[in-house]
């Protein structure tokens, strides 16, 4: 018998590895550069340091795991809490003990730090304010604000997102970015009960949003609303300005945003339970 086997030809190489991958059921080679499907992640309201620090390890080993098939990251805003500049808090001070401002901002540039050591080196990144970050704003505003020294910094410079190629947007109200042509993400602007409702109906295009802490979606023909909760740890004792029946009503989650050739999107909402998800074919 002959031992004769056929030889592929060189441009059929690639496609063998592809096949093996998929024979594997390696989900990352179907999201990779070569299928033109971007794949992004929209992370919403971490309100860092009062963030859930377990699902922060899962969402860092989510996106090694994703490795290069992660065309990009969304922070959707109020990623910073910036407690120490609140309104809540104004006579509150003794809720302070153990934090400054210069403490929340050491630990946001943590967070972005350990984002941006798992991902890969061309990962695009994209951070939106949210009305938490806007308390940097408002308190600039106030006559009083030398009181802070040089700890009242931008954000911007405070988490380096200029030096680290971060793409920012700072009007929370207004700014978005577009993946695709036609899904917006944003912050978010309206609370009320029907908020993925009213969002769609006032923008009147297809958005992605956090801002409420709670998840829902709403379709209208060819447009739809995405509400996608939040990484925010909601029994830490920071949030207890809200009542207790508002905070129960909060939900953690963020979502996959996957865009085709033709810049339509198709979104995972990732909800959470008891600190767990399932999304890229596991459990975490």
């Given at each position: 018998m002959s031992d004769f086997r056929p030889r592929l030809p060189d441009h059929f190489k690639g496609y063998e590895k592809k096949l093996k991958k998929l024979q594997e059921n390696d989900l990352k080679g179907l999201f990779d550069k070569k299928t033109g499907v971007q794949q992004w992640l929209i992370l919403p309201d971490m309100h860092r340091p009062f963030h859930n620090k377990t699902l922060e390890k899962k969402v860092l080993r989510l996106i090694k795991d994703l490795g290069t098939s992660l065309y990009g990251i969304n922070i959707s805003g109020d990623y910073l809490d910036l407690y120490t500049l609140g309104s809540y808090n104004a006579e509150s001070l003794g809720l302070l003990t153990g934090i400054s401002l210069e403490d929340e901002y050491n630990d946001g540039l943590s967070g972005i730090v350990k984002i941006e050591n798992a991902s890969h080196k061309d990962v695009k990144k994209q951070f939106l304010f949210g009305n938490h970050e806007d308390?940097?704003?408002?308190?600039?505003?106030?006559?009083?604000?030398?009181?802070?020294?040089?700890?009242?910094?931008?954000?911007?410079?405070?988490?380096?997102?200029?030096?680290?190629?971060?793409?920012?947007?700072?009007?929370?109200?207004?700014?978005?970015?577009?993946?695709?042509?036609?899904?917006?993400?944003?912050?978010?602007?309206?609370?009320?009960?029907?908020?993925?409702?009213?969002?769609?109906?006032?923008?009147?295009?297809?958005?992605?949003?956090?801002?409420?802490?709670?998840?829902?979606?709403?379709?209208?023909?060819?447009?739809?609303?995405?509400?996608?909760?939040?990484?925010?740890?909601?029994?830490?004792?920071?949030?207890?300005?809200?009542?207790?029946?508002?905070?129960?009503?909060?939900?953690?989650?963020?979502?996959?945003?996957?865009?085709?050739?033709?810049?339509?999107?198709?979104?995972?909402?990732?909800?959470?339970?008891?600190?767990?998800?399932?999304?890229?074919?596991?459990?975490?």
């Open positions: 308390r940097y704003f408002r308190e600039l505003n106030k006559k009083d604000n030398a009181k802070y020294g040089g700890a009242l910094k931008n954000p911007i410079e405070a988490l380096e997102l200029d030096e680290r190629k971060w793409s920012v947007k700072t009007n929370w109200k207004d700014d978005f970015f577009t993946l695709g042509e036609h899904l917006d993400v944003m912050h978010g602007m309206f609370i009320n009960v029907h908020a993925a409702y009213q969002h769609l109906v006032k923008t009147n295009h297809s958005c992605i949003f956090g801002h409420t802490h709670r998840v829902q979606s709403y379709n209208m023909g060819n447009r739809a609303a995405y509400n996608i909760g939040g990484l925010f740890d909601k029994d830490n004792k920071a949030f207890h300005y809200m009542p207790r029946m508002t905070r129960e009503i909060w939900a953690n989650g963020f979502a996959m945003v996957y865009i085709d050739d033709d810049g339509h999107f198709f979104v995972e909402q990732v909800n959470v339970w008891d600190n767990k998800f399932f999304t890229n074919g596991k459990m975490y």
